[in-house]
């Protein structure tokens, strides 16, 4: 594959729903607006069909931490766990409010999120390098994640049948900081950090797959990369190598959907990236909450393929997730 011109920068705003043609398509950077104010005064699109939220993760050769706090409209969720794989520890919490958030939140990269449970916080907040994620609970138990978005960050805006539109920021491989202290973790290292920021109006009920990697290229370059499959048409799909975004096709996830802790095969169509990721372990939910369910798989774990990039192939390994997700919401 020899790597595209850049992508276009994004528009100032997200389009607006009477837009015949909106600015459909992926794009280098943030959008200035994420407000989708307008058309949340009903309240059917702002509880039953706007879902948002933010994923930060951070991935060395020793931890994974996933970090996220998710509006799906009336339930509100958050989770953040931590694995060791020198101690083969693993530390899950999580937890779900209804009307978690108020009718008038309307996030973007910039926002503050904010959920408590049970004298348990989450938190994101965005800074002058990136965000930082946090977690407090009882007992000394703190979580610190920062992310920096220093690169070259993918906008995707993709259609909604029926529906206004489904926007997501995507960066993968950025410097990230993680910071554990409490009886089972302590300690401070740099990883690869992750983000996933979606907003938008999805299908009532779909299925996706997932893969956000980092790591390096030939033991050198840092690489990362996000893959999507069955859900916005690839638009999602592309890799960082040094900070350069190079944007990618579509992608292909061979694996047991039953057996998620065996290997699974991941490569785009063109043959420009062809991993394999083995999972450790993993986080899982089957969540029904009347009118929303959950059921995923997020294993977690390590990978290494090749990438063909501006005519030379050349070997890419790492860590990070992977994912099956069934949602009705």
């Not at 009336?74 to 520890?89: E, L, N, S, W």
């Not at 893969?211 to 030939?218: F, I, K, N, Q, R």
């Amino acid at each position: 594959m020899t790597a595209p011109a850049l992508l276009p920068p994004p528009p100032e705003a997200l389009p607006l729903p009477q837009d015949a043609h909106p600015p459909l398509g992926r794009f280098t950077g943030r959008f200035a607006s994420l407000s989708t104010r307008a058309w949340d005064a009903a309240w059917v699109r702002r509880r039953l069909q706007r879902k948002t939220w933010f994923y930060l993760g951070a991935f060395n050769e020793r931890f994974a931490c996933g970090f996220a706090i998710v509006d799906a409209g009336i339930p509100a969720t958050a989770f953040v766990y931590v694995y060791d794989r020198k101690t083969g520890r693993f530390h899950e919490e999580k937890a779900m409010r209804p009307f978690g958030f108020s009718r008038a939140h309307d996030p973007d990269l910039a926002s503050t999120w904010s959920l408590a449970s049970g004298g348990r916080s989450w938190r994101i907040v965005a800074n002058e390098t990136g965000w930082r994620a946090s977690f407090r609970a009882p007992g000394g138990v703190e979580i610190d994640l920062d992310v920096a978005d220093q690169t070259q960050g993918l906008s995707m805006l993709a259609g909604a049948q029926g529906r206004p539109f489904h926007y997501t920021y995507k960066l993968a491989g950025a410097p990230a900081k993680l910071r554990l202290a409490g009886p089972a973790f302590s300690g401070e290292v740099e990883a690869g950090g992750v983000a996933d920021f979606s907003k938008g109006y999805p299908p009532r009920t779909m299925f996706w797959n997932w893969a956000s990697l980092v790591g390096s290229v030939d033991g050198g370059a840092g690489f990362g990369v996000n893959l999507v499959g069955d859900f916005n048409n690839g638009l999602e799909n592309a890799l960082w190598v040094d900070g350069r975004l190079v944007p990618l096709c579509q992608a292909v996830f061979s694996y047991q959907a039953t057996r998620p802790l065996e290997p699974w095969h991941i490569r785009t169509v063109d043959g420009s990236l062809d991993v394999v990721f083995t999972p450790e372990g993993q986080r899982a939910e089957d969540l029904n909450a009347g009118l929303l369910s959950s059921r995923f798989a997020q294993p977690y774990g390590t990978f290494m393929g090749t990438l063909r990039l501006d005519g030379v192939s050349r070997q890419v390994a790492g860590t990070g997730v992977v994912e099956q997700h069934w949602a009705t919401w």
